[in-house]
Nanobody, 128 residues
Framework: QVQLVESGGGLVQAGGSLRLSCVAS????????MGWFRQTPGKEREFVAAISRTGSFTYVTNSVKGRFTISRDNAKNTVYLQINSLKPEDTAAYYC?????????????????????WGQGTQVTVSS
């Protein structure tokens, strides 16, 4: 069982930056690829970024590439999402998720259905 707790969201002006954090409980954080997703009311939860369990591979969806960076610190059981140059359309609840991938040091997924555990989310609101 893995529990995920996100933090770092808030209200920020357009052009600002935030760093979201997601802390995982348990001993096996390094066995999980991690992903960040976001969701606005009435819409599907959408993929934002993912990182392999070792941190050697990362992927950021094209719509936010160049502004969002995913990273992780396995010693701290934490995955981060750095968001720069925030735009009003980035307003959403941001969720981290964990996918068991002990069999591969390189695998990560963009598919939300492949993730095993989810956090409760942290709200990001960007004012124009």
């Amino acid at each position: 069982q893995v529990q995920l707790v996100e933090s770092g969201g808030g209200l920020v002006q357009a052009g600002g930056s935030l760093r979201l954090s997601c802390v995982a409980s348990g001993r096996t954080f390094s066995s999980y690829a991690m992903g960040w997703f976001r969701q606005t009311p009435g819409k599907e939860r959408e993929f934002v970024a993912a990182i392999s369990r070792t941190g050697s591979f990362t992927y950021v969806t094209n719509s936010v590439k160049g502004r969002f960076t995913i990273s992780r610190d396995n010693a701290k059981n934490t995955v981060y999402l750095q968001i720069n140059s925030l735009k009003p359309e980035d307003t959403a609840a941001y969720y981290c998720a964990a996918q068991f991938t002990a069999y591969s040091s390189t695998y990560y997924s963009e598919q939300k259905d492949e993730y095993d555990y989810w956090g409760q989310g942290t709200q990001v609101t960007v004012s124009s």
